[in-house]
């Protein structure tokens, strides 16, 4: 619970028991018409978020949750990390979650019995050939346990429903079933279905007293069978909701090693506080938060900030939580840890993200709320309607079961998970994950796509672009006496610069020049002896406390170069543009998109690269924070652009969450990855217009899936209500709409 300037208090609860996203909207609905509160329901991660006067007690929220049919607590508040065993400390994240995960895994167990008892009953049903004498007695063994222990969780659901008078999904697929099942029930056993020798043959005809010798247990088990399968992959895609915000925490250390008395003392990172002095080594992570009290070492911030080159750091600087030291011993004195931390804080950011972030409701939930008590009331009208006017009560039963079963969602519920199933495998084949339904609407009205540079735009890794030699001066010579005195520094840009300049001159780097003396500047540069010169390579602020005048700098962070007390020139280093950087912006554009280009570099690297991409210089964002990548996704969005980002650091998570659509590259970070709707598995940036384009068939295959599933129910419904559709030629109706709807999926195999 946290106060705000207003003196308005904000809780979270953790909301359990929904099943559509027309259950998050009736729990919000309740606690808004609450006194003082202000709620916001988020089917997806299963969370409400309310804002209320203090009041209100949090007892009286979780109170209305409960009456309204669901259950509702407060967040455990987290844990202390424990110390790590050294063979687990690499170990997924999401490994334990798997495991940890009854409700799929019942799901999962119910959905396998269900499919393997049902599929017997309906092919026996469906096809006479292979029925025998007494058939229907195995098919009524089989599909009881079905009906009553697979469809279970819809008749649960739909009686809570129906004692807080409210319908959904639940409600009509378990009247309908268990209508159906009710009526084969009565037909075995007080009609003629029981009979020796019956058979279920193909009957066109909508005779009146075909019900009392008409079973329909195929329907009954294969719309639980259909529906579980539904409600499984539904669940498997919305467990991974919250796994943004855990994947980023497990970027931060697990331990440390404080300073007490002068001696090192492994503690976990929990038990850090502010004030303390802790050592990190080469290759470690920066445990939290603080300022360098000793050691000079270059940080690579890429996972944090986006810059491709690692930063030097000297004693008084500041370093964030989660960057990794390259080189060099530093004793860090910690000035934030916990949530107060910036890694914490991005965390926060992407929680506020999601939890801003609607979830879009479903086409079939959407309307639900209206359909669901219309057909009720056209199979109760049926009912009566038939009683009073024909005075026939086979007649009108078995009008009334046709309307319910005609109208059971099964192609409804299969519309959405087998267009994204048959979507998604194809997708996976392409290298492109797309995590969900809710996700695909907004590919169809992205305009805008935001490209991270490092590591989307560019592969990531640095290597010398540019080359200056100021007038008058060799370039080979500049190339030979720099490559040959960073080659013997172990500093990232120094590495990058001497592969470049040997590559340049087309030598080895063991066939450059060997200093004769060398010395390592903390946080400047390097200077040396070669061939005889005193070279100097570094920033201009080396140059200039040797005395060496330096010119206009051409790019701002290259490193300048002298040699006998005077500048030579200048090298850019960078991370080189991927080969098909601009194809894919080319692609982007022709799907009517405008590629904006977003990065933590500086100004002039960032032009550099989208000139050669093919965006326009107005697009560019530089020297952009992590917080600032946010604030940037949303002034687009308020100038009323749909905004996709496309990233694979960190630092793009939260922008990620925060963007109508996110596209994380595969290549990148794990918080990068849960962040985002779509992951590009390849790491080709190509990849990203071929994921919308595929994210756009998927919706309208999904969409003219729903329109037939609801197509066929407004043609058939006023035929069975009129007594022109028995229950069976009802049933058949159903199934050829699942057929449809499957085989319609299936078409997105082709997807090129």
């Not at 009008?399 to 979507?423: D, S, Y």
């Not at 701002?556 to 170069?561: L, R, W």
């Not at 496309?646 to 918080?671: E, F, H, P, R």
């Not at 003219?704 to 069975?720: I, K, R, S, V």
Request: hydrophobic share 50%; proline share 5%.
């Amino acid at each position: 619970m946290i106060s705000s300037p207003a003196s308005v208090l904000t809780t979270e609860l953790t909301i359990g028991g929904m099943t559509c996203a027309s259950c998050a909207a009736r729990v919000e609905k309740k606690l808004n018409r609450m006194d003082g509160v202000t709620a916001t329901v988020n089917y997806a991660t299963e969370k409400a978020r309310i804002e209320h006067l203090p009041g209100v007690e949090v007892a009286d929220l979780i109170a209305t949750v409960v009456r309204t049919g669901y259950t509702a607590e407060e967040p455990p508040p987290p844990a202390p990390e424990p110390e790590p065993e050294p063979e687990s400390v690499h170990e997924a994240p999401e490994a334990a979650a798997h495991a940890a995960d009854p409700e799929l895994a019942s799901l999962r167990q119910r959905l396998t019995v269900s499919a393997v008892l049902s599929a017997p009953v309906v092919l026996l049903a469906m096809v006479p050939a292979l029925q025998f004498d007494n058939w229907q007695w195995l098919s009524l063994t089989l599909a009881a346990p079905v009906v009553v222990w697979g469809g279970l969780p819809f008749h649960r659901a739909a009686w809570t429903n129906l004692r807080h008078g409210a319908a959904t999904m639940d409600t009509l697929v378990s009247v309908g079933t268990l209508a159906a099942f009710g009526w084969s029930l009565w037909a075995l056993f007080f009609g003629h279905a029981g009979m020796t020798g019956m058979r279920h043959g193909f009957d066109l005809t909508a005779g009146r007293t075909d019900g009392a010798s008409s079973i329909y247990l195929e329907v009954a088990a294969g719309v639980i069978t259909f529906i579980l399968l539904g409600r499984y992959l539904e669940a498997r895609a919305k467990r991974k909701a919250g796994a943004a915000l855990r994947t980023l925490m497990e970027l931060g250390a697990k331990d440390v090693s404080v300073l007490r008395a002068g001696t090192e003392v492994r503690i976990p990172v929990a038990a850090l506080r502010v004030g303390d002095r802790f050592v990190v080594r080469p290759g470690g992570k920066i445990a939290t938060d603080g300022t360098v009290t000793e050691g000079a070492s270059a940080v690579d911030a890429s996972l944090l900030t986006g810059e491709s080159v690692p930063a030097d750091v000297t004693a008084g600087d500041a370093v964030s939580g989660g960057l990794v030291n390259t080189s060099g011993r530093l004793v860090v004195e910690a000035t934030r840890v916990g949530a107060d931390t910036r890694l914490a804080r991005m965390a926060k950011l992407v929680e506020d993200a999601q939890n801003g972030k609607a979830a879009a409701q479903r086409l079939a939930d959407r309307v639900s709320a209206v359909f669901v008590p219309v057909v009720l009331l056209i199979a109760l009208g049926t009912l009566l309607t038939w009683l009073l006017v024909a005075e026939d009560a086979t007649a009108a039963f078995t009008a009334a079961v046709a309307v319910l079963i005609i109208a059971c969602p099964c192609a409804l519920g299969l519309a959405t998970p087998t267009a994204l199933m048959v979507g998604t495998g194809r997708g996976a084949q392409l290298g492109i994950l797309i995590k969900g339904p809710e996700v695909l609407e907004s590919t169809r009205r992205v305009d805008t796509v935001v490209l991270d540079k490092t590591g989307t735009v560019t592969t990531g890794r640095m290597g010398l672009r540019k080359a200056y030699a100021y007038e008058g001066e060799d370039e080979t010579e500049l190339l030979r006496l720099a490559g040959a005195l960073e080659h013997a520094s172990e500093h990232p840009v120094a590495r990058a610069v001497a592969a470049g300049a040997a590559e340049r001159l087309g030598l080895t780097v063991g066939e450059l020049p060997v200093p004769t003396s060398f010395e390592n500047v903390p946080g400047l540069g390097v200077r040396g002896t070669v061939d005889g010169h005193r070279v100097l390579a570094g920033r201009a602020a080396l140059l200039e406390a040797e005395g060496v005048d330096v010119p206009g700098v051409p790019e701002p962070g290259a490193v300048q170069v002298a040699w006998d007390g005077r500048a030579r020139g200048a090298l850019m280093v960078a991370d080189a543009v991927k080969e098909s950087s601009a194809e894919a912006v080319a692609r982007l554009r022709a799907l009517g998109l405008t590629p904006v280009l977003l990065t933590g570099d500086g100004r002039a690297v960032a032009e550099t690269v989208a000139a050669e991409v093919g965006i326009d210089a107005d697009l560019v964002f530089a020297e952009v924070l992590p917080e600032e990548k946010v604030a940037t996704v949303r002034r687009l969005q308020a100038e009323g652009r749909t905004v996709a980002m496309v990233g694979d650091g960190v630092n793009d998570a939260a922008a990620l969450a925060t963007a109508d659509l996110g596209l994380a590259m595969g290549t990148g970070t794990d918080a990068a990855i849960e962040a985002s709707d779509l992951t590009l598995v390849r790491g080709d940036l190509r990849v990203a217009a071929d994921a919308i384009r595929l994210s756009r068939r998927t919706l309208a295959t999904i969409k003219g899936n729903l329109g037939w599933a609801f197509g066929y129910n407004c043609a058939a419904l006023p035929l069975a209500a009129l007594g022109l559709l028995n229950p069976m030629i009802a049933g058949l109706a159903m199934a050829f709409s699942s057929v449809f709807v499957v085989t319609n999926s299936l078409r997105l195999r082709r997807f090129k």
